[in-house]
């Protein structure tokens, strides 16, 4: 199982970002896909996360509204779209995947994981 992230980059605050996931794992379009953020000195965060057919979706409270997670199975990515970016939203974002529900990822840690992607936030 593998999983690739890429789209990090400096970007000056209000900017946007969109971050994407390569996922080779042949349960991809039964898997729940997640983004998740670590920042310098914090604990890793959830960020959002989205079931198999895209129809369930979850935002942590701090992205709501700012951030959007989508997928295509056919494919094999996933995809977080940031707008409005927030020198807070400055970490290194990791993507994960398992075979579980997407709501389920903000309590217990996906198995399979990405090497994360950094993303900085000028003010």
């Known amino acids: 199982v593998q999983l690739q992230a890429c789209g990090g980059g400096l970007v000056q605050a209000g900017g946007s970002l969109t971050l994407s996931c390569a996922v080779s794992?042949?349960?991809?379009?039964?898997?729940?896909v997640g983004w998740f953020r670590q920042a310098p000195g914090k604990e890793r965060e959830f960020v959002a996360a989205?079931?198999?057919?895209?129809?369930?979706?979850y935002y942590a409270d701090s992205v709501k509204g700012r951030f959007t997670i989508s997928r295509d199975n056919a494919k094999k990515l996933a995809y977080l779209q940031m707008y409005n970016l927030k020198p807070a939203d400055t970490a290194v974002y990791y993507c994960?995947?398992?075979?579980?529900?997407?709501?389920?990822?903000?309590?217990?840690?996906?198995?399979?994981w990405g090497q994360g992607t950094l993303v900085t936030v000028s003010s």
């Open positions: 994960a995947a398992d075979v579980t529900a997407a709501q389920r990822m903000s309590v217990v840690p996906p198995r399979w």
């Open positions: 794992v042949h349960t991809f379009s039964s898997s729940a």
């Open positions: 989205i079931n198999w057919n895209g129809k369930m979706i």
